[in-house]
Structures are given as C-alpha cells and as structure tokens.
C-alpha cells in the first residue's frame, strides 16, 4: 500500500478498501496498524484509522443481516490500561476488562457502609420483582425472576446522588440518563434467568418504552453484600461468571438491540446466604 506522509493523513476511499480487504483475508489490526506505521502513517492516527474503517464496515454487515443499527454507548477510559479509574470522590479499581462483549469488573465503586445504608433504604419498600412487560408496555411479575426488588427516584438521598455521579463520571454519560436505581434482593434458590437488558425491538410493547429516553445501552450489576456460595452474574455466550463481591460492580454495554453484543446474562441462583445488588441502567437519552 501507499499512504500520505502528511500531517493530515486523509482516511481515503482506496485506505478504507484496503483495510476492509485485509481485514476479511484474516490480517489482524494490530498487524494493519504495524504495516500503516511502516508505511510512514502516526501510529495513533493509524489506530483511530483502522478502528473507525472497522466498525463502519461491521455496522455496515450487521445492517445488511437485518440488525438495528449501532448506537452511542457509554464506556470507561481504559485506553492505557489503568489499575484504577477517578470515579470523582473516589479511585475505582478495575479487576478485569472484556472487549466482546464489552464487560468490564469495577472493585470498590461503594463502600461497604455505602453497600448497607443501601439495604437499609430499601428493605423496607421490597415487593416481589416486577419487570417491564414488552408486550403492553406496563409492568409484570416474571417467573424468570424470583427477587425482590423496589426502585430509588434518579437522585433520592445521598447515596444513590453519590452513586449516580460516579456513574456519570466513569463511563462520561450524563446523570440524566440513567433510570432511578433499582436494588433487589435474591434469599437461597432466587435467581434472575439469563435476557437481555435491552428492549426487544420485535415486541409490541417496546416503542412505547422507547419514548422515555430511548433504549438502554448500558448497565451496572452493583453487589451490595457477599452471598455465601451462588448468585454470580453469568454471561452464558462467553461463559463468564462474575463473582458477586460488596461494593464491585460489573459494568456491560450494547450498542443494538441485538443478541449479537453476547450481552445475555442472568442472576445464577443464591445456594447459600442472600444476595443484595443494585443494577443501574443508562439510556440513549435523558430517562423522564
Ligand atoms: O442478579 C444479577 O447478578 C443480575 C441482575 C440483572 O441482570 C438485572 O438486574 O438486570
Ligand atoms: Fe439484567
């Protein structure tokens, strides 16, 4: 290939074809990015060349397979591999990250007083789970979900406002987004069966709960306790089980509405001790 020297360096209509190219004959993207430095292109203008080429195409054959198209989604600055993010008021580690799908392991988002004033809020407003209930739009008790569960307003005491502006600043997605938290509570033999947090586009139900805010894209499963054995949160397409662990948090996002983001996950049941989580859910657009 030939590639401008210039400061500039144009992602041209011959650059895209070629990465494309390259790209479907099986060269990786660290190797398309070693050749692009090689032929004289900044290492950080090819990275960012290759990314954006990449994912256009992938959208553009997702697209073409009947899926809906990618969206915006919220995300944590793990470009440089930090051991800890600044979640504002406080360091956040992270303890594992995943690109496909995007799963990323956040320790310490709460502190364990944090986790219990949470419980202590909640417990007295439990009723048994409700979830959203496609077909209509309203809301539903689900055999699938065996919890209890109750939800804080966006902003309801200190803790919940302290929680939501950590979110907000990890994942630099606006407070405005995110649906009130919601807190469940799982006693032994209660789990919450593998789906997807997204709204299933083929339901009838759906563009009615589209008009607050759009769909979600993101979500945050908050461990507010340590269940004695069971209870972690399963990613079954990549055979992923997250420990449930006080004050971690698993962090995932879904840029389509689509079982292609391997996005399915679930509660495993809780085989001994009880479970107390906080699951966050951000939307495309302010959540009214
Ligand atoms: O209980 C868990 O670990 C997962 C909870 C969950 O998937 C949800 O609240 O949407
Ligand atoms: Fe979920």
Redesign the pocket.
Same mark, same amino acid.
Request: with cysteine.
């Given at each position: 290939m030939t590639a401008a020297t210039t400061t500039a360096q144009p992602i041209t209509p011959e650059l895209r074809t070629w990465i494309v190219e390259q790209a479907s004959a099986g060269t990786t993207a660290p190797a398309l990015i070693e050749s692009m430095v090689r032929s004289g292109w900044r290492e950080d203008v090819a990275v960012d060349a290759v990314e954006q080429v990449l994912r256009r195409h992938l959208d553009q054959v997702a697209q073409q397979q009947g899926q809906p198209p990618a969206v915006p989604v919220p995300d944590l600055a793990l470009d440089d591999s930090p051991r800890f993010l600044d979640a504002g008021d406080r360091q956040v580690e992270v303890l594992m990250s995943m690109a496909n799908p995007r799963v990323v392991l956040l320790g310490g988002l709460l502190s364990p007083g944090e986790c219990q004033a949470l419980i202590d809020a909640a417990r007295p407003r439990m009723a048994r789970s409700l979830t959203v209930a496609t077909a209509t739009g309203g809301e539903q008790v689900n055999d699938d979900r065996t919890?209890d569960g109750m939800f804080f307003q966006r902003g309801e005491g200190d803790i919940v406002q302290r929680l939501e502006e950590r979110i907000a600043r990890l994942t630099g997605w606006p407070i405005e987004n995110g649906e009130g938290l919601?807190v469940?509570h *799982?006693r032994p033999g209660a789990e *919450?069966k593998p789906?997807y947090?997204y709204f299933d586009p083929a339901e009838p139900g759906t563009p009615t709960i589209l008009r607050r805010g759009g769909q979600r894209v993101a %979500?945050l499963?908050i461990y507010l306790n340590d269940p004695a054995k069971g @209870? @972690? %949160?399963t990613f079954p397409d990549v055979f992923l089980e997250v420990a449930?662990v006080r004050g971690n948090a698993v962090f995932f996002s879904y840029e389509r509405p689509h079982p292609g983001t391997r996005t399915l996950?679930?509660?495993?049941p809780v085989i001994e001790g009880e479970?107390w989580?906080a %699951?966050k859910w951000l939307r495309e657009r302010e959540f009214k």
């Amino acid at each position: 290939m030939t590639a401008a020297t210039t400061t500039a360096q144009p992602i041209t209509p011959e650059l895209r074809t070629w990465i494309v190219e390259q790209a479907s004959a099986g060269t990786t993207a660290p190797a398309l990015i070693e050749s692009m430095v090689r032929s004289g292109w900044r290492e950080d203008v090819a990275v960012d060349a290759v990314e954006q080429v990449l994912r256009r195409h992938l959208d553009q054959v997702a697209q073409q397979q009947g899926q809906p198209p990618a969206v915006p989604v919220p995300d944590l600055a793990l470009d440089d591999s930090p051991r800890f993010l600044d979640a504002g008021d406080r360091q956040v580690e992270v303890l594992m990250s995943m690109a496909n799908p995007r799963v990323v392991l956040l320790g310490g988002l709460l502190s364990p007083g944090e986790c219990q004033a949470l419980i202590d809020a909640a417990r007295p407003r439990m009723a048994r789970s409700l979830t959203v209930a496609t077909a209509t739009g309203g809301e539903q008790v689900n055999d699938d979900r065996t919890s209890d569960g109750m939800f804080f307003q966006r902003g309801e005491g200190d803790i919940v406002q302290r929680l939501e502006e950590r979110i907000a600043r990890l994942t630099g997605w606006p407070i405005e987004n995110g649906e009130g938290l919601q807190v469940l509570h *799982y006693r032994p033999g209660a789990e *919450y069966k593998p789906h997807y947090d997204y709204f299933d586009p083929a339901e009838p139900g759906t563009p009615t709960i589209l008009r607050r805010g759009g769909q979600r894209v993101a %979500t945050l499963v908050i461990y507010l306790n340590d269940p004695a054995k069971g @209870g @972690g %949160t399963t990613f079954p397409d990549v055979f992923l089980e997250v420990a449930p662990v006080r004050g971690n948090a698993v962090f995932f996002s879904y840029e389509r509405p689509h079982p292609g983001t391997r996005t399915l996950h679930g509660g495993a049941p809780v085989i001994e001790g009880e479970k107390w989580i906080a %699951t966050k859910w951000l939307r495309e657009r302010e959540f009214k």
